[in-house]
C-alpha cells in the first residue's frame, strides 16, 4: 500500500486560507469515507483535527474543515495563525482492512 | 488517555514488547491502533486489533507482518505490541491510537532502537 500524496509544503501569511490535498485511490479515499487529518508540532504527538472526512472533534476550531472529492481529500485552514505551523498528515481506511497515512505535509506561517 | 511503555535499545534480530494503558474510555469496545514513525519522517500505520466482540481479528501493515503480534487484555485494559526478528529500519517512535465515537485519541508514544 503506497502512501498517500500529499505537497511538501504549503504557505500562508496570517489571516490568509491554505488547503492541502491528500491524493490516493478507490481502494482507499475514493473508496470509504473514513478520511482522517492530523495536526503535529515537532516532539508532539498527532492530534486529530478532522475525522470521517469533514467531522470536527471538540476543541477543534472552526478554522479547519475537510472535504473530499472522488480520489482526493481536502483540508483547509481558514485564518492562518501562527500555532498552525506544524506537520500535517491526512489517513484514509483502505479496501485490505489497513490504513494508510499520506506523506506529510509541513505548513509555514510567513 | 493512552500511555505506552516497554520500549528502548534492542540487537537486530532481536525482541522487544511494547504495552499501551488505556484510561477513561471503555477499552473493551475499542478497536486499537499501533502507529510508529521513524525520526524526523512521516506516520505510518503498524496494524489494528478489533474488539472482542467483533471478533477480535488483526490487520497489520506488509512491513512486520509475520514479525509482529497485537494483543489485548481487556480485563487490565491493555493493549500489545510484540516485536520479532527487529531490523534497524524498525528504528522508530511507536504510538498506540484509538478512534472513538467523536475523536482520535492518542499516547505520547514510545521509542525504540535497534541497533548494534
Known amino acids: 500500500q503506497s502512501a498517500l500524496t500529499q505537497p511538501a509544503s504549503v504557505s500562508g501569511s496570517p489571516g490568509q486560507s491554505i488547503t492541502i490535498s491528500c491524493t490516493g485511490t478507490?481502494?482507499?479515499?475514493?473508496?470509504?469515507?473514513?478520511v482522517s487529518w492530523y495536526q503535529q508540532h515537532p516532539g508532539k504527538a498527532p492530534r486529530v483535527m478532522v475525522y470521517?472526512?469533514?467531522n470536527r472533534p471538540s476543541g477543534v476550531s472552526n478554522r479547519f474543515s475537510g472535504s473530499k472529492s472522488g480520489n482526493t481529500a481536502s483540508l483547509t485552514i481558514s485564518g492562518l495563525q501562527a500555532e498552525d505551523e506544524a506537520d500535517y498528515y491526512c489517513?484514509?481506511?483502505?479496501?485490505?482492512?489497513?490504513?494508510?497515512f499520506g506523506t506529510g505535509t509541513k505548513v509555514t506561517v510567513l | 488517555q493512552l500511555v505506552e511503555s516497554g520500549g528502548g535499545l534492542v540487537k537486530p534480530g532481536g525482541s522487544l514488547r511494547l504495552s499501551c494503558v488505556a484510561s477513561?474510555?471503555?477499552?473493551?469496545?475499542?478497536?486499537m491502533n499501533w502507529v510508529r514513525q521513524v525520526p524526523g519522517k512521516g506516520l505510518e500505520w503498524v496494524g489494528r486489533?478489533?474488539?472482542?466482540?467483533?471478533?477480535?481479528?488483526?490487520d497489520y501493515a506488509a512491513p512486520v507482518k509475520g514479525r509482529f503480534t497485537i494483543s489485548r487484555d481487556d480485563s487490565k485494559n491493555t493493549l500489545f505490541l510484540d516485536m520479532n526478528s527487529l531490523k534497524p529500519e524498525d528504528t522508530a517512535v511507536y504510538y498506540c491510537?484509538?478512534?472513538?465515537?467523536?475523536?482520535?485519541?492518542w499516547g505520547q508514544g514510545t521509542m525504540v532502537s535497534v541497533s548494534s
Open positions: 491510537a484509538t478512534a472513538l465515537s467523536t475523536t482520535v485519541v
Open positions: 477513561g474510555f471503555h477499552f473493551n469496545s475499542a478497536y
Open positions: 486489533v478489533k474488539s472482542n466482540a467483533d471478533g477480535g481479528a488483526v
Open positions: 478507490s481502494s482507499d479515499i475514493g473508496g470509504y469515507n473514513y
Open positions: 470521517d472526512v469533514s
Open positions: 489517513c484514509s481506511y483502505t479496501r485490505s482492512s489497513t490504513y494508510v
